[in-house]
């Protein structure tokens, strides 16, 4: 269901992917490598993958997304985080790749503008190494920009996920008609 809200919106591609902890279990639920077979527009409850809390796929057959790996790096670092997302939205991963700091206007926005952080290591988190150093940035971060790549987020469960996702764009995208309008005071972060 979540693929397919963030597919509606033009917010996740082949590259994105979602996991969550299944409540009273040790196992991960995630989505596969989005493909031609497999569109995160339309998924099917078939599709989902089931592994342990080391990647190992109990079900479902086909490839794992390439970043899996720091999904688990971050439910072995905070077992109260219990979903991961990593998404593209086109708003935020411009405003990442053009290094604009993002202004929070709402107090919706800023529960996730004050939070973010970009993670800048080389290369895709699809090794041990690298997957424990964005799930580092992803325990103090309400949302991680991996700059051309994406924007991942984790929290207590999926919708919370999500909703940070949806919170991030939505501030990406009021500092994009804010950077048209006169400059004026800024407003400061408590009053935000």
């Known amino acids: 269901m979540v693929c397919r809200i963030l597919a509606h919106h033009r917010m996740i591609d082949l590259w994105g992917h979602a996991s969550l902890c299944v409540p009273r279990s040790e196992v991960i639920a995630v989505t596969p490598r989005f493909s031609k077979t497999c569109l995160p527009r339309t998924i099917r409850a078939s599709d989902i993958f089931i592994t342990d809390r080391d990647g190992k796929l109990l079900e479902g057959h086909g490839a794992l ?38 202004k929070p206007l709402t107090h919706m926005a800023s529960s996730a503008g004050y939070g973010l952080s970009s993670w800048t290591t080389p290369g895709l988190a699809n090794d041990e190494e690298r997957a424990q150093s964005l799930a580092a940035q ?6 991680v920009n991996q700059p051309g790549v994406g924007v991942w987020t984790a929290g207590k469960d999926i919708f919370d996920t999500l909703v940070t996702l949806y919170h991030l764009e939505y501030l990406a995208q009021a500092n994009l008609v804010t950077a048209g309008l006169p400059a004026g005071d800024a407003i400061e972060r408590a009053d935000s």
């Open 138 to 143: 992803m325990g103090k971060s309400t949302a």
């Open 65 to 102: 997304p390439d970043q899996f790996a720091a999904d688990l790096a971050v439910y072995r670092a905070d077992p109260d985080r219990t979903a991961c997302l990593f998404a593209s939205p086109l708003t935020a991963m411009a405003a990442a790749i053009s290094g604009a700091e993002l």
